[in-house]
């Protein structure tokens, strides 16, 4: 059975804040929203249980980084988690200025799931895959 991965979606303007000393967004930046991307995904979807047994860590980046974004750019962040295995799953990752639509930022990054209670890694269930399908 086929399933599609549910997209999910932010939005924000640039600030000074997320600059550099060259005045665009810095790489350190596009990082963060990686994972609060990510995070922001999770506490949409998952019960209040799952979030008290479960969390995730971060096994891997892998980033790209296309153009740059400056002071102002509206910022549209896309997520949508791909290939899932025994205690792992691939979260993609596309940034884009939202009003040129060119992409600014690819991410893959591979994160494990992990039991609140021993705090080590445990395996994904069929029921937790269905929290990022549509």
């Given at each position: 059975m086929a399933t599609t991965p549910e997209i999910f979606q932010q939005s924000f303007l640039v600030e000074e804040k997320h600059l550099d000393e060259q005045n665009h967004v810095n790489n350190v930046q596009y990082v963060q929203w990686v994972q609060d991307v990510a995070r922001a995904h999770w506490d949409a979807r998952a019960t209040k249980e799952q979030n008290e047994k479960y969390f995730w860590?971060?096994?891997?980046?892998?980033?790209?980084?296309?153009?740059?974004?400056?002071?102002?750019?509206?910022?549209?962040?896309?997520?949508?988690?791909?290939?899932?295995s025994h205690v792992k799953s691939?979260?993609?990752?596309?940034?884009?200025?939202?009003?040129t639509e060119k992409v600014l930022v690819e991410a893959k990054t591979t994160w494990a799931l992990m039991d609140q209670e021993k705090k080590k890694p445990i395996k994904i269930s069929e029921d937790l895959k269905k929290v990022f399908q549509q």
């Open positions: 860590i971060v096994v891997t980046h892998e980033i790209s980084y296309k153009q740059q974004a400056f002071l102002g750019d509206k910022i549209l962040l896309q997520t949508y988690v791909g290939e899932t691939v979260r993609h990752v596309i940034i884009k200025n939202a009003e």
